[in-house]
């Protein structure tokens, strides 16, 4: 079955530098779902969307914005980024309506340097 | 607001050893309970769910029961392998799948199983 896609999977940077992480989800999922890990935390939710719109938003930074595209897909830019924004973006997502599941993606591990 | 709290680890059992991984929850309403597996350097994977009082989820040999009474959703399995290593996530979905969603994620259970 199809998963849900995240790209890069790694990806470093430097500090101040910007970086945009990408998420696919599974096909007729509507609903994307943005968390981040650090190491060993749990998961803590950052934004969500349905229908290309804002749903809820979470400990996002202001540095960082994401949006949705047509096609369901997700971008999460972040500027200006810092040491402390070195950790796992996961995304999630499920089809409302449908189920109330979230699928995870295998994460995006993004190192600032 | 809503809380999940599981039993700090790290557990580490022998091969074929029962498992019991603590989960209990506060919440207002009446969320759906998951468990969330997270093997090395991967994402979190589904592992199983209960969506009211009394359900019982399962997969690959573990399940946990929706326990309204005690608020909990305690993970067990009863024979662990090896490839179970990994950190166990216990979450609660407040909402329904029709609309608005919020999940609470537990801290996580890192599971070792030594052979």
């Known amino acids: 079955a199809a998963g849900v896609i995240q790209s890069p999977r790694h990806l470093i940077k430097e500090k101040r530098e910007t970086a945009t992480l990408k998420c696919y989800p599974i096909?007729?999922?509507?609903?994307v779902y943005w968390y981040q890990q650090g190491p060993g935390q749990d998961p803590q939710f950052l934004i969500s969307f349905y229908e290309k719109m804002q749903s809820d938003k979470g400990s996002i930074p202001d540095r960082f914005s994401a949006q949705q595209f047509s096609d369901y897909h997700s971008e999460l830019n972040m500027s200006s980024l810092e040491l402390g924004d070195s950790a796992l973006y996961f995304c999630?997502?499920?089809?409302?309506?449908?189920?109330?599941?979230?699928?995870f993606g295998p994460g995006t591990r993004l190192t600032v340097l | 607001g809503n809380s999940v709290t599981q039993m700090e680890g790290p557990v580490t059992l022998s091969e074929e050893a029962f498992l019991t991984i603590n989960c209990t929850y506060t919440a207002t309403g009446y969320p759906s309970l998951f468990w969330y597996v997270q093997y090395p350097g991967e994402g979190l994977q589904l592992l199983l769910k209960a969506t009211k009082a009394d359900d019982k989820g399962s997969n690959k040999g573990f399940e946990a029961t929706y326990r309204k009474e005690t608020t909990s959703f305690h993970l067990e399995k009863g024979s662990v392998q090896v490839s179970d290593s990994a950190v166990y996530f216990c979450?609660?979905?407040?909402?329904?799948?029709?609309?608005?969603?919020?999940?609470?994620f537990g801290t996580g259970t890192k599971l070792q199983v030594i052979p």
């Open positions: 999630a997502t499920r089809q409302r309506g449908v189920t109330d599941t979230q699928y």
């Open positions: 096909p007729r999922h509507d609903t």
């Open positions: 979450a609660l979905i407040e909402g329904n799948s029709g609309g608005y969603q919020k999940v609470t």
